[in-house]
């Protein structure tokens, strides 16, 4: 019944998504792919995961314990922190900073976390600025 419950409540922010990512204004002058279609395919696939939930729920789910739960809500609130980082930062720096911390508590060691969050971070820049050209967050260093 949670499964369900959680596909849910999922399917919903999912159609949310796709409905508030169809109001974004377009200019004039834009790309061929236009500044909705990444977030239509972000709610789009979150929508078909929350589905699979709704039609086949784990007969058995297992809740974490308390500790569990306190991790979760960190690691919410690392995403949240990380949201409010950005324009302060910019992309490159807030993502390593986040990446890294979950790495961590992912049970990576903090030096290979580290790493991770660089790694993360630059791959991540060099995706989605380099090769596809979008305006991400400027920090101090300028990236």
Not at 97 to 119: F, T
Request: proline share 7%.
């Amino acid at each position: 019944m949670s499964d369900r419950i959680f596909g849910s409540i999922g399917l919903a922010l999912a159609i949310f998504f796709i409905w508030q990512a169809t109001l974004i204004q377009e200019s004039f002058i834009q790309d061929a792919v236009g500044p909705k279609t990444f977030p239509i395919i972000i709610g789009t696939v979150m929508g078909l995961a929350s589905l699979y939930f709704v039609l086949k729920p784990d007969p058995d789910p297992v809740w974490p314990n308390a500790a569990g739960l306190i991790e979760i809500g960190l690691a919410a609130l690392v995403m949240f922190a990380y949201a409010q980082a950005l324009p302060e930062f910019g992309f490159g720096i807030s993502t390593a900073i986040a990446a890294a911390y979950l790495a961590w508590r992912l049970e990576s060691p903090p030096v290979q976390a580290i790493i991770a969050g660089v790694l993360i971070s630059g791959g991540l820049y060099l995706i989605f600025r380099v090769i596809l050209g979008l305006s991400l967050a400027r920090g101090p260093l300028g990236f």
